[in-house]
């Protein structure tokens, strides 16, 4: 097993708001059963949160991100490339009405997983 980088130990002690309720929310297989990581590395990128089992990704997205969607989209057309799908999130979608994200979840579960390849 790899060690932690100090930049995911870092990430992880320094969570935003949005990302320590939905942590509460999904940790310890709270959703569904489901085990959750938080800031786990996939490949080059650090995900806020990662369900292997369901090839999913949840990224919590702040004002900042507005700014840098381009770079974004890449990132999450290299996610998908690598078999995962990935729901993005506005801080306040978690915080206002976080059964927004359990019902994109849900969704995702009713779906065939994505082919890592893109293309079935």
Known sequence: MWGMS???KRLRSNMTMAETAMWKLLRARRFEGHKFRRQTRIGPWIADFCCYELRLVIELDGGVHRLREEEDRARDDDLSRRGFTVLRFGNETVLGNPNVVFD????HMDQPPPHPSGSA
């Open 6 to 8: 100090n930049q995911t």
């Open 104 to 107: 994109a979840i849900r969704r």
